[in-house]
């Protein structure tokens, strides 16, 4: 097992899917650990029980991270909760499953996708690389996507952003590397949580048309995304910046 014993992380929207999964790994890994969720104050605890059973200390706080006083308000509480802050793992985002070609989609779908999934990134970052810097370094891990990589149609505002996900990491990989701040990505396809219920539920016939061309021929559990993202941000991964890590089953390859 991959040891963070002694790291203390950040993982937003950390109640629910990969984030939930990453908390608890990370956990297990032996990080203190603060996440963040939106509303599912419920689904927080839940995580808090479970991450707790590994001995180290995790908290949660509400925020909402496309909303700048809030994502300073989020890493200040777990630089003030765990002492410093070592990994900084960037996964609150949304998903509109509703199918929108571009003359359908609204001003409004296209300004919450983008807050949501990119601002909510930018926000955060802006706010703990200080303390990253003032300590000497630190880990950032970008929760982004395949259709970041290849598009996916009739979702373009979600393409959109974790398209930028990935260039912003880039481009701070070489910001922020003499700081010794590392930046990477972690780009999974399809994973197996509530949005790929939701989905699977409404398009079921058409999904399993899509999967059977799958190399896999399964979707990926959260664990197997969290894996990568605990490997990033872990000391095996110490010459590794602005990479993007590709956790899809073979559906897109790219070198």
Not at 80 to 92: E, K, P, S, T, Y
Not at 141 to 166: D, E, N, P, W
Request: aromatic content about 8%.
């Amino acid at each position: 097992m991959i040891s963070l014993a002694g790291k203390a992380a950040l993982v937003t929207g950390g109640s629910r899917g990969i984030g939930a999964a990453t908390v608890k790994m990370f956990a297990q890994a032996g990080a203190d650990v603060v996440f963040s969720y939106h509303r599912n104050r419920e689904a927080a605890t839940h995580v808090e029980q479970e991450a707790r059973k590994h001995g180290t200390r995790i908290e949660s706080c509400k925020a909402d991270l496309g909303k700048m006083p809030d994502a300073k308000k989020l890493v200040d509480f777990a630089q003030q909760r765990l002492g410093r802050l070592d990994i900084l793992v960037a996964n609150a985002g949304i998903w509109n499953e509703i199918d929108r070609t571009i003359e359908q989609l609204t001003e409004r779908e296209w300004d919450e996708m983008i807050r949501v999934n990119l601002k909510s990134m930018y926000a955060t970052v802006h706010h703990a690389v200080p303390y990253m810097i003032s300590q000497g370094g630190g880990r950032i891990v970008a929760v982004s996507s395949v259709a970041g990589q290849r598009g996916t149609a009739l979702h373009s505002h979600y393409s959109a952003t974790k398209g930028a996900m990935i260039s912003f990491a880039k481009a701070l990989a070489q910001e922020l590397a003499g700081h010794n701040i590392l930046v990477n990505c972690v780009a999974p396809g399809f994973v197996n949580t509530d949005i790929w219920k939701s989905a699977l539920a409404k398009k079921g016939a058409d999904f399993k048309k899509w999967l059977a061309a799958y190399p896999l021929k399964r979707v990926a559990t959260p664990e197997e995304v969290a894996g990568p993202i605990l490997f990033a941000a872990s000391d095996l991964a110490t010459y590794i910046t602005g990479e993007v890590i590709n956790v899809n089953g073979g559906s897109f390859q790219c070198g």
